[in-house]
Structures are given as structure tokens and as C-alpha cells.
């Protein structure tokens, strides 16, 4: 059984940090999965963050650019956030994501992945 597991979420001032962890089991392996990270606020629609290809390479999504960061550890099946300079509007409900065939252009697009996490909810207050 597939299985995504969100955690580091929590609340944190503006100009904060927080590193978010996914961890990842059954037939999802990093090394061979797309990853990436989602987010949704209350009344907004699900928006893509980060993604990250099998291959390593990242993308991201305008907003966050420069202060958050997609990292994966293969060894431990395991897909991170790292996210500098929280602001207000990254308040939100952060969802992992993978898929072993999502295309490149999809990878910030939910059409892409077919396995999600429960999410972990991310509040930055100021």
C-alpha cells in the first residue's frame, strides 16, 4: 500500500523557518518518483510549490522562489521543504505529492501525481 506521510508542519512567525518532511512507502521510491509539494489555503484552489524530478532536478513556483527549497534523500525514501522567510500567505495545508511518470510539465500541476499525502498544516502569523 502506497503511503505519503507529511510532517514538520506547524505555526511560526513572519521571517521564520520551518523544514517539512514526506515520507515515503509501499511502491513509491524516490528514486524513481517525481515528487513534489502542494499547498492549499481556505477558499483558494490547490496550488504547486515545488517539485522535484527523478532525476533531481527542481522547480518552483514564482512565489516561492529563492526562499524555499526541494531536497530528496533516496536513502530514506524520504522528500523535504526547507522554507526561509515565511510569509503570511504561505499559511496554508501542505500536501505531498509522487507519481514514477509525471511529465515535466506537469510536475507543479496536480493532473501530474497520482499518490498524496494527508498534509500538513503550515501557519505564519505576523
Known amino acids: 500500500q502506497v503511503q505519503l506521510v507529511e510532517s514538520g508542519g506547524g505555526s511560526v512567525q513572519a521571517g521564520g523557518s520551518l523544514r517539512l518532511s514526506c515520507a515515503a512507502s509501499?511502491?513509491?521510491?524516490?528514486?524513481?518518483?517525481?515528487m513534489g509539494w502542494f499547498r492549499q489555503a481556505p477558499g483558494k484552489q490547490r496550488e504547486g510549490v515545488a517539485a522535484i524530478d527523478r532525476d533531481g532536478s527542481a522547480t518552483y513556483a514564482d512565489s516561492v522562489k529563492g526562499r524555499f527549497t526541494i531536497s530528496k534523500d533516496n536513502a530514506e525514501n524520504t522528500l523535504y521543504l526547507q522554507m526561509n522567510s515565511l510569509k503570511t500567505d504561505d499559511t496554508a495545508m501542505y500536501y505531498c505529492a509522487a507519481d514514477p511518470r509525471a511529465p515535466r510539465w506537469l510536475l507543479l500541476q496536480r493532473g501530474g501525481y497520482m499518490y498524496w499525502g494527508k498534509g500538513t498544516q503550515v501557519t505564519v502569523s505576523s
Open positions: 509501499g511502491y513509491i521510491y524516490s528514486t524513481y518518483c517525481s
